[in-house]
Each structure stands twice: as structure tokens, then as C-alpha cells.
């Protein structure tokens, strides 16, 4: 209890400096901005409200005009049909599965190799460093029609290895993590060697743990990236069963028709994953992006 | 960190790395670098999902754009630079690539803009930094096509949709064909990625003002500074790398529009949205010609290149004539 109550102190004392440990005064100019944040947000909130609103209506309601936010009726039917047509829990999985493998081995081979590249040599390292930075360069994008000819020829589409191999090796991620390990003081690892630690020792048991804020923000980033992504996993699905989330909800929105409520509850109920994640790791994600971007400096 | 006294650290082992200069300082003079071949352990998962995914296709690419080559990797016939020549002469090749400038000149601009405006707001305020955080970056965890989605379906149809029935609220004229009018069909997907992506930047942009050393207001007030020469002359200032970065990210992201506009126009009206990567979709997985659709692939990605290389040599020429 008192250890909780230390932490708050602190943190309420690291608040009060970074503001010039002065609380801010509430002029009128302040409360303008306010004023303008408030409305800014609200004009952003929208847009999401609306779908919320729309999805809650009985389908008759919809398109009604003029603007109304709530219908005769507040009902959960939309939600009800669209999670018990069954195609949304399976894509959800997929998505799931697919963007959690890509994740796992973003992370693992990045690592890695960044440590390779700064900590170990070997013949060749500067030269097939060079080579992963200039792979900065090239819009995955770009590469969408000799990679699909590939994957046809490996047998991969309509697998989830088709879908995760190639957003597994992002140079710039290799290049956020060797920024990261150039900053860290070798003497912990050096003292291990000299204690008889191996390479992997030490990678596993100190490199690993002690890189552990960024390595989760390369994760989290990564696991955003791929859970969201679309043209890829459009391109190397055509069946159903094996969709992303992404793909899956305009591959079959187009067959409700003009079913809004139910649209509108499919992507609301498609949303919230990430949204909550959102929620849970906010400061991680934060910082993460706030690194990842400005790595690049 | 505290620092550690160099003299208090174990003598490098000459088999360790050197990747910083401090490493080769302390090498012993003399003493041969050994090399260690188990470092290649470390990098080898990685190139050869790299060579597999990236380079190989990259390679591969370039091979198929000088054939005939349809989607199933059949009927490939050695054409030369044919493809190419085609693409050069074809106009939906040309206004497709003038779509994706124009969205990134569309979309830059308000996306840096409004990213360090929403930024400087939060900073300033330092109150409810939850709701900032959820109204303006929340948006950017959706997946793309639940935004598309929700921006075609119910903000933008004309008449019933959100965006006509607010007009109608201010009692303006609603019926604008948001997306099926080609005078405002690109500035409707501009404006969807602006709602969507800026809280991107906006957060660059909070880290940035974050990290702006707290002494240089408090001077700058002593001296009885204005709020907005504290803002002209600091702050601004001080974000200029920070606009750099952000602006060549965004430039970047821009260039590569796709899903906004294949999900809310399809390309259209009369392909006056259809971008670079629409076209190579539809030459190659639609049309199956993916040997064409390379070459298309090249064109833009020599585009991205002379982006990606100008402009550092354009910041560098700036700083230079300072």
C-alpha cells in the first residue's frame, strides 16, 4: 500500500515538472481552445456515433431523413443476424491467427538479425546490411503481382502461410531494432561471456528481456499492421472459410444488400478488437508509434 | 542510465563486434579482427524469408514486366521493353498515376496540417488526454474497409447519408453526389483518410512537443514572450525535423493509396479516381496481364524512388544555403 502510494507521488511529482512545475492557469484563451479541441473531437467521434446508432435501428429506419439518431426502437436484431450467419467468428479467427503468427515471427527474425548485424561479424555483414536497408525502399505494394505469380506457384494461396510469409521480413523494422541495440551498453553482456554464456545465452536470457519496450512496440505495430491490412490478404484469398476479417466484410457486405443496420453492426462488431486493444495498451501503443516514427530521424 | 567508467568494463574480446566506434577504439591496436561466422546464425531466419518475400519477387518482377506473362504464370513470352513502351503511350496508365500525385498533394497537406494543429491542442490543454487520444487516433486501429465501408454505405450516399442529412440540418442543400459526382468523389476519399489516418501524425507530433526541452518557454517568458512567439519562435522551431519526418511518411503512405478508393468509387466516376496500384490490379489480376501490370509496378516504383531520394537531397541543399 505505502509502495502504491510512493508511485503515485512520483508520477504525480514527474507531472507537475513536465508541466514547469506550475499548474496551468484557466484564462478565457485557454478555455477558446478548449472550446476548439472539444468541437474537433466531436467532429471525429461522428462519423463512429453514426454507425453505432444506425446499427441499434430496425432495418426499416435506416434511411430515414431527416437526421435521427435513435429509432422507434432500440434492438440488437442487426448483431443478432450477422453474428449468427456464422462468418464473422471464423474470419475473426483467422485474422487472429494469421496476424499473431506474423507477429510472433516479425519479432523473433527481426530481433535476431539486428542483433546479428550489431553485435556479431561476420564476413559479408556490412555488405547484406545494406542490402535489408535498401529494402526500406521498396513499397510491398509494388511487388503485389510477381508475389502472388510466386505464391500460385508455391501453393500457398488460400493458405495462412500465403497470407503471412510475405509481411513477415520488414527491413524497417531490422533497422528500428539495430538503433535500439546500439544504444544499449554492452558491459552486461560482456560480463556473461566472460562468465561462459554463449551467444544464444545471452541473446535469450539479457539481449531479449532488456529490449523488452521496444520489442513490444515492434510487436503491437506489427500485430496492427497485419490484423488491419487488406490488398494482400484480398489478393491470396478467394475462399470464404479462408478470409481475413478485412477481406471477409467486403466480400460479403455487397450480398446483404441494402441491409445498413446489419452492415453497420458487421463493422462495428469488426472494430472493436483492435479498439479495445486500443484501450488496454494505450500508453504502450503511444510510444511505440511516437518511437517507431521518429526512429527515423 | 548511469554511466559506466570505460576503464571499469572487461577488455573486449577481439572476436566481439565492433559495431560502434567506441567498440573499435577500444580494440587493441594490432590485433586482427577475427571474423565469427556464428552471426550469421542470427541473421539468416530473416534473409531467407527477405530473399524469398522481397528480393526474389522484386527480382522476378522486373523479369516478368519484359514478358507476356498472363496470371498463371503461363504463356510467358520474352516481349523486351514492349510492356513498357505500351504503358508509356497508355492513357488510363498516365491519368492513374496523375489520380495517386494528386491525392498525395490532396491529402499531404491537410494530413501534416491538421495532425500538429490537433497536437498542439492537446499539448496546450494537458486535460482529458484519453478523449483526444480515442476521437483522433482511434480511428486509425479500424481496418481499412470497416472505414471504406462505413464512409460509402452511410456517411456519403446522397440523400439518406449522414453527411446530406447534416448539410440539411444547416439547412444547405443536400443530394451532393459525394462519391458519384467526379467533382467530389476524390475530395470525399481525401477527406475519409484524413478522419482516418491523422492520428498518425498527430502523434508524432505530441511526442515531438513532448520532448521540446521545458527551459526554453520558461526563458522565453522571463523575457515576457507572447504565447505565439513562444509558438513561432520555439515551438515551430523545434518541430521543423519532426515536419520533415512526418511529411516524407505521409508523401509515402499517400502515393500508395489503394483500398479507400477500390471499396468507396471502385475508381470511378469514369476512373477519375482509379490509382496507380487500381490500374496494376486490374491489368493483373483481372485483366491477367500481369506482365503488363509489372511494368506499370516499375514505372511507379521509379516514381516512389525519385521521392524517396530527392527529397533528402532537397532538405540537405536547404540546410546548406542557411
Keep these: 500500500m505505502t509502495a502504491l502510494s510512493a508511485v503515485f507521488a512520483r508520477t504525480r511529482r514527474g507531472a507537475a515538472e513536465r508541466d514547469g512545475g506550475r499548474k496551468a492557469r484557466w484564462t478565457p484563451g485557454r478555455f477558446a481552445l478548449l472550446a476548439v479541441a472539444l468541437l474537433l473531437a466531436l467532429v471525429w467521434l461522428l462519423p463512429l456515433a453514426w454507425a453505432l446508432a444506425t446499427s441499434f435501428k430496425p432495418e426499416s429506419e435506416t434511411t430515414k431523413t431527416p437526421l435521427e439518431w435513435i429509432g422507434s426502437t432500440v434492438t440488437f436484431d442487426a448483431y443478432e443476424r450477422v453474428w449468427s450467419v456464422g462468418d464473422i467468428p471464423v474470419w475473426m479467427f483467422n485474422s487472429f491467427v494469421t496476424a499473431s503468427a506474423t507477429t510472433l515471427l516479425t519479432v523473433t527474425t527481426c530481433a535476431m538479425a539486428a542483433y546479428g548485424f550489431t553485435r556479431t561479424d561476420f564476413r559479408g555483414r556490412k555488405v547484406l546490411y545494406g542490402v535489408v536497408l535498401a529494402g526500406i525502399m521498396v513499397p510491398p505494394q509494388v511487388l503485389i503481382a510477381p508475389l502472388f505469380v510466386e505464391m500460385v506457384q508455391l501453393g500457398l494461396v488460400d493458405t495462412y502461410w500465403g497470407v503471412i510469409l510475405p509481411q513477415v521480413a520488414v527491413p524497417a523494422m531490422v533497422f528500428i531494432l539495430v538503433k535500439f541495440f546500439e544504444g544499449v551498453p554492452r558491459e552486461l553482456e560482456e560480463a556473461a561471456y566472460v562468465d561462459g554464456a554463449g551467444r544464444w545465452r545471452v541473446f535469450w536470457t539479457i539481449v531479449i528481456p532488456l529490449s523488452r519496450p521496444v520489442l513490444s512496440a515492434v510487436a503491437i505495430f506489427t500485430f496492427i499492421t497485419t490484423w488491419n491490412n487488406f490488398l494482400w490478404p484480398f489478393l491470396v484469398t478467394t475462399d470464404p472459410d479462408g478470409m481475413t476479417l478485412p477481406v471477409g466484410l467486403v466480400n460479403v457486405l455487397s450480398s446483404y444488400g441494402v441491409r445498413y443496420a446489419q452492415v453497420m453492426a458487421s463493422l462495428v462488431i469488426a472494430g472493436l478488437p483492435l479498439l479495445v486493444i486500443f484501450m488496454l495498451f494505450q500508453r504502450q501503443i503511444v510510444r511505440g508509434i511516437a518511437h517507431t516514427g521518429l526512429a527515423g530521424q | ?322
Design chain 2, 1 to 322: 542510465m548511469t554511466a559506466v567508467s570505460p576503464t571499469a568494463a572487461p577488455a573486449p574480446r577481439a572476436d566481439l563486434p565492433a559495431g560502434g566506434a567506441a567498440g573499435a577504439a577500444a580494440r587493441p591496436a594490432g590485433v586482427r579482427r577475427k571474423w565469427t561466422e556464428h552471426g550469421l546464425v542470427f541473421v539468416t531466419p530473416f534473409l531467407l524469408i527477405y530473399a524469398l518475400f522481397l528480393l526474389w519477387p522484386l527480382v522476378y518482377g522486373a523479369g516478368m514486366s519484359l514478358t507476356s506473362q498472363n496470371i498463371t504464370g503461363t504463356g510467358a513470352e520474352f516481349t523486351g521493353l514492349d510492356n513498357y513502351a505500351e504503358a508509356v503511350r497508355d492513357p488510363a496508365m498516365w491519368s492513374s498515376l496523375w489520380n495517386t500525385v494528386w491525392f498525395t498533394v490532396l491529402s499531404t497537406v491537410p494530413l501534416v496540417i491538421i495532425g500538429l494543429v490537433l497536437a498542439l491542442l492537446a499539448h496546450q490543454l494537458r486535460v482529458v488526454q484519453w478523449l483526444w487520444r480515442i476521437s483522433w487516433f482511434a480511428p486509425f486501429m479500424l481496418p481499412s474497409s470497416v472505414v471504406c465501408l462505413l464512409f460509402a454505405q452511410m456517411i456519403f450516399p446522397s440523400g439518406f447519408g449522414f453527411a446530406d442529412q447534416l448539410l440539411a440540418e444547416f439547412g444547405l442543400e443536400p443530394g451532393i453526389g459525394w462519391l458519384t459526382d467526379a467533382r467530389y468523389a476524390m475530395l470525399s476519399v481525401v477527406l475519409t483518410t484524413v478522419w482516418w489516418t491523422v492520428g498518425f501524425n498527430f502523434l508524432l507530433y505530441l511526442a515531438a512537443l513532448q520532448s521540446i526541452p521545458q527551459h526554453l518557454y520558461e526563458a522565453a517568458e522571463l523575457d515576457g514572450a507572447s504565447a505565439w512567439k513562444r509558438l513561432w519562435h520555439i515551438t515551430l522551431p523545434m518541430l521543423r525535423r519532426t515536419t520533415g519526418l512526418v511529411l516524407v511518411l505521409q508523401v509515402l503512405a499517400s502515393l500508395k493509396i489503394f483500398d479507400q478508393v477500390y471499396l468507396m468509387t471502385g475508381g470511378g466516376p469514369d476512373d477519375s479516381t482509379r490509382p496507380v496500384l487500381q490500374y496494376v490490379y486490374q491489368q493483373g489480376f483481372t485483366g491477367y496481364r500481369i506482365g503488363y501490370a509489372s511494368a506499370v509496378s516499375y514505372i511507379f516504383f521509379a516514381l516512389i524512388l525519385l521521392v524517396s531520394l530527392v527529397q533528402p537531397w532537397l532538405a540537405r541543399r536547404k540546410e546548406d544555403s542557411k
